[in-house]
């Protein structure tokens, strides 16, 4: 059974088409990539997939059970889904630790330091566990907030965009050890992008989304080599 399945869904806002007739799957521990100009619709795929909005058709199946489907939609809380979205940035007024420690509800103090602690050995980061986002960079505040959505051990991760606001050298580097953190850990991810050359770089399975549509998907070999 794959992990996550997309049977032709269409998404988009009230009476606006904005993706038509998706469907890929993804088993489990592989990352995918949705590569597009901007507008094209990639965040309204990842926020349908997260359950953030329905779908206006088809369906979105989770290890064979069904998520999102015409009417219904699972609530994000109840997908076990983490998500790295530039929306969902760290809580300005909350430390490092517990920005880390807010997807560790329930568990003893002395867990969720043990736990913080090799997140961000993970996420490679020094102790900035007392710290506060705004005196982090921008790239240190993008490893926390990884850290964050991978703290309740998720079996898939959506990342939008998630270094959009750095430079290209170190967005590309970042995104080669996300890419490397998720197979040590055998998490599956969809990731959004428009760089081209960190969508090839680092994914198992690439989209390539243009005009609403899922214009072709396949490795990065096959689709390098499919004029
Ligand atoms: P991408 O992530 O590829 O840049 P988006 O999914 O953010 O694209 O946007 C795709 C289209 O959906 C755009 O035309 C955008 O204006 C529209 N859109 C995004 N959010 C909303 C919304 N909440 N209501 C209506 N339209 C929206
Ligand atoms: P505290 O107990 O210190 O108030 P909480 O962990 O309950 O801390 O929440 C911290 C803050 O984060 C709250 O103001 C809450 O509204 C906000 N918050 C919780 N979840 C989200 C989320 N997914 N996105 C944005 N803000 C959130």
Redesign the pocket.
């Known amino acids: 059974t794959p992990l996550l399945e997309l049977r032709s869904i269409s998404c988009?806002?009230?009476n606006?088409v904005?993706?038509q007739q998706l469907s890929f799957q993804l088993q489990a521990g592989e990352i995918a990539c949705l590569l597009?100009?901007?507008?094209?619709?990639?965040?309204?795929?990842?926020?349908a997939i997260a359950g953030f909005n329905p779908l206006l058709s088809g369906s979105i199946v989770q290890n064979g059970t069904p998520i999102s489907a015409a009417g219904f939609t699972l609530p994000p809380e109840q997908r076990g889904i983490g998500v790295v979205f530039q929306d969902y940035a760290l809580f300005p007024h909350l430390s490092v630790f517990d920005n880390i420690a807010f997807g560790l509800k329930g568990r003893s103090r002395d867990e969720k330091r043990e736990a913080v602690a090799a997140l961000l050995q993970l996420v490679e980061l020094p102790d900035l566990s007392a710290r506060y986002p705004h005196e982090l960079s921008g790239g240190q505040q993008q490893r926390v907030a990884l850290a964050r959505a991978l703290a309740p051990k998720p079996k898939l991760l959506l990342l939008?965009?998630p270094f959009s606001n750095l430079d290209t050298d170190l967005r590309r580097q970042l995104a080669l050890e996300v890419r490397s953190i998720l197979k040590a850990q055998g998490i599956a991810a969809i990731m959004?992008t428009?760089d081209q050359e960190e969508a090839f770089a680092i994914s198992d399975q690439l989209g390539i989304?243009a005009q609403g549509q899922l214009q072709q998907w396949g490795t990065p070999t096959e689709l390098y080599y499919r004029p």
């Open positions: 988009g806002y009230d606006t904005i993706t597009g100009p901007s507008g094209c619709g990639k965040t309204t795929v990842l926020r939008d965009e959004v428009h989304l």
